[in-house]
């Protein structure tokens, strides 16, 4: 299984961004997906999933309302849409999926996924 995160860069603060991650080597269609950020100096943190139906989504409360998590299964890819970007936005985005089909057991945590990919830079400028 391969994930491969792009989109990331240099934005000023309000403004906006989408990244990608497209998922090869297995039926894209049957796992969640996830994405997760890690800022300088700090721990890795869930920021959004989405069901392997696309019919749930999942956000950490301080980006509920602006960003928007969304997948195309026809293109095994699946999209993060950044929107009033803030400057503790910045950050290594990586997008992440589990090895258990469908439905897992805590789609905030990391434990739950099984493969990542390699992190697209997102820096937010005030």
């Known amino acids: 299984v391969q994930l491969q995160a792009s989109g990331g860069g240099l934005v000023q603060a309000g403004g906006s961004l989408r990244v990608s991650c497209t998922a090869s080597?297995?039926?894209?269609?049957?796992?969640?997906m996830g994405w997760f950020r890690q800022a300088p100096g700090k721990e890795r943190e869930f920021v959004a999933a989405?069901?392997?139906?696309?019919?749930?989504?999942f956000y950490r409360d301080s980006v509920k309302g602006r960003f928007t998590i969304s997948r195309d299964n026809a293109k095994s890819t699946v999209y993060l849409q950044m929107n009033s970007l803030k400057p503790e936005d910045t950050a290594l985005y990586y997008c992440?999926?589990?090895?258990?089909?469908?439905?897992?057991?805590?789609?905030?945590?990391?434990?739950?996924?099984?493969?990542w990919g390699q992190g697209t830079l997102v820096t937010v400028s005030s």
């Open positions: 992440a999926s589990p090895a258990r089909v469908y439905a897992i057991p805590n789609y905030y945590s990391a434990s739950s996924y099984s493969y």
């Open positions: 989405i069901t392997w139906s696309g019919n749930r989504t």
């Open positions: 080597g297995r039926t894209f269609s049957s796992y969640t």
